[in-house]
C-alpha cells in the first residue's frame, strides 16, 4: 500500500464551472476525511466517511459541494459552480474507525479557479 | 475561542540553533494531541502525537513535544534544527472524538 492518493495533483478551472477530485485511502481505513486548505492557513474540516457513510458536513461544505464514497472504498469530491473563493488545496486524509493512531493525508489537489 | 491555538505564525531560527513551536488547546477539543510537519507542495505528516502516559513524547528526527495539562499547552521544541527541518508545522486536537482540528500552522525557516 503506498499511502493515501488523490487526484489530479493540479486543477484549474474556469469560475462556473465544475471539478471532481478522487481519492484513494489506505486499504485498511475505514475512516476518510476531506479538508482544504488555504494559503497561510491549517486545514479546516469538510466532511468524513466511516465506510460508505457520510458522517459530519462542516458548515464550510456549501450546497454546491458533494463528496460520494460509494463502496467504502475511495471517495470523490465534487464542486459545482466553482468560484474563484474555492481556490485552495484540497486535501484527503484516512484513518482507522478510533483515529488515534492518527490520520494518512495524501499530497493534495491544488484547485485554482480563474 | 480558537480550539487550536500557534501563538506564532512564523519562526526563523539559525541552524543548530534551538527552537520552540508554541500550542495552546481550548477546552472545547480532546486531550489527544498530535503534530503534523508539511513540507513544501506535500501532504502533512505525523510528526508525533500524545495521547496518554508520559507527558513527553518524542519523533525519530529529533522533535518532543510536552503536554501540559495545567496551561492547556503542547509546544514543540528540538535542541538543534537542521535546514532540512524548514517547513510548516502544524498542532492538532481532537474535536468531539469525531474529527481533527488545526491550528493556524507555523512557518520554520532555517538560516544557514
Known amino acids: 500500500d503506498t499511502g493515501v492518493s488523490q487526484d489530479p495533483r493540479h486543477k484549474i478551472t474556469k469560475r462556473g464551472q465544475n471539478v471532481t477530485f478522487r481519492c484513494d485511502p489506505i486499504?485498511?481505513?475505514?475512516?476518510l476525511y476531506w479538508y482544504r486548505q488555504t494559503l497561510g492557513q491549517g486545514p479546516e474540516f469538510l466532511t468524513y466517511f466511516q465506510n460508505e457513510a457520510q458522517l459530519e458536513k462542516s458548515r464550510l461544505l456549501s450546497d454546491r459541494f458533494s463528496a460520494e464514497r460509494p463502496k467504502g472504498s475511495f471517495s470523490t469530491l465534487e464542486i459545482q459552480r466553482t468560484e474563484q473563493g474555492d481556490s485552495a488545496m484540497y486535501l484527503c486524509a484516512s484513518s482507522f474507525q478510533t483515529g488515534e493512531g492518527g490520520y494518512t493525508f495524501g499530497s493534495g489537489t491544488r484547485l485554482t479557479v480563474v | 475561542a480558537q480550539s487550536v491555538t500557534q501563538l506564532d505564525s512564523q519562526v526563523p531560527v539559525f541552524e543548530e540553533a534551538p527552537v520552540e513551536l508554541r500550542c495552546n488547546y481550548s477546552s472545547s477539543v480532546s486531550v489527544y494531541l498530535f503534530w503534523y510537519v508539511q513540507y513544501p507542495n506535500q501532504g502533512l505528516q505525523l510528526l508525533l502525537k500524545y495521547l496518554s502516559g508520559s507527558t513527553l513524547v518524542e519523533s525519530i528526527n529529533g522533535f518532543e513535544a510536552e503536554f501540559n495539562k495545567s496551561q492547556t499547552s503542547f509546544h514543540l521544541r528540538k535542541p538543534s534544527v537542521h535546514i532540512s527541518d524548514t517547513a510548516e508545522y502544524f498542532c492538532?486536537?481532537?474535536?468531539?472524538?469525531?474529527?481533527?482540528?488545526f491550528g493556524q500552522g507555523t512557518r520554520l525557516t532555517i538560516n544557514p
Open positions: 486499504s485498511e481505513h475505514n475512516r
Open positions: 492538532a486536537a481532537f474535536q468531539g472524538a469525531q474529527k481533527l482540528v
